[in-house]
């Protein structure tokens, strides 16, 4: 069966400090992988998603990069946290485009 | 881009009461995919609704697709402090428009015992 993993959990980190989240999908070869954020209580918005090893493309416009550097690992980055990063954020994946999404558990990012 | 819009954003009940949530659209798409999300975990899918018309059921849950495919509401009959959650509606654009999964701002429900 397939697992998706997120960690940290939890991260505090202050104005400017770099960020490191990690996703990993085990169970299937090839997926669609792709970053959300969601906001307290409310919908989620599509940071980033990737159809394979290397190919990443960008929702919206924003402090934060992703890659891909294998099959089955997402990474969500950024140099320079701002206040408006901290939110919720989860990583998915599915088959195909347009399929039905298998969510992580999430990281729950706070930016002080 | 197309949007879907929820409604009601916030709803709060007592256990035993019936409810409906909405997800509008004034696009068309090819199925609609309902999940709900618990405090601090992600979202898990419920169902996938395809047909126009088509209604599906899940124990007390009962889901409904619009006939020009554009529309969604998902009924709950006798609600349990279980069900409360977030739930979410997200549209699969029409096949081969190679867009992603566009998704509601979300219903918060909360069922009082």
């Known amino acids: 069966s397939q697992t998706i993993h997120q960690w940290p959990a939890t991260l505090v980190q202050p104005v400017g400090s770099p960020l490191s989240l990690e996703c990993t999908v085990e169970?299937?070869?090839?997926?669609?992988l792709y970053w959300y954020r969601q906001a307290a209580g409310r919908g989620l918005q599509l940071l980033f998603y990737s159809v394979g090893i290397g190919q990443i493309s960008s929702e919206v416009p924003q402090n934060l990069s992703a890659s891909r550097p294998q099959d089955r690992q997402f990474i969500l980055s950024s140099k320079k946290l701002l206040l408006s990063d901290s939110g919720f954020y989860l990583c998915?994946?599915?088959?195909?485009?347009?399929?039905?999404?298998?969510f992580g558990p999430g990281t729950r990012l706070t930016v002080t | 881009t197309q949007l879907l819009e929820q409604s009601p954003q916030f709803l709060s009940i007592q256990e035993g009461e019936n409810l409906t949530v909405y997800c509008n659209s004034s696009?068309?798409?090819?199925?609609l995919q309902w999940y709900r999300q618990e405090p601090g975990e992600g979202p898990v899918l419920l169902v996938t609704v395809v047909t126009g018309g088509e209604v599906k059921k899940l124990k007390r849950l009962t889901f409904q697709f619009g006939d020009a495919r554009k529309d969604s509401s998902l009924h709950i009959t006798a609600a349990q402090p279980g069900d409360t959650g977030l739930y979410l509606c997200a549209g699969d654009p029409l096949a081969g428009a190679g867009n992603m999964l566009t998704f509601g701002g979300g219903t918060r429900l909360m069922v009082k015992p």
């Open positions: 998915a994946w599915s088959v195909q485009a347009g399929a039905r999404l298998y």
């Open positions: 169970g299937t070869s090839n997926p669609n």
């Open positions: 696009s068309v798409f090819s199925s």
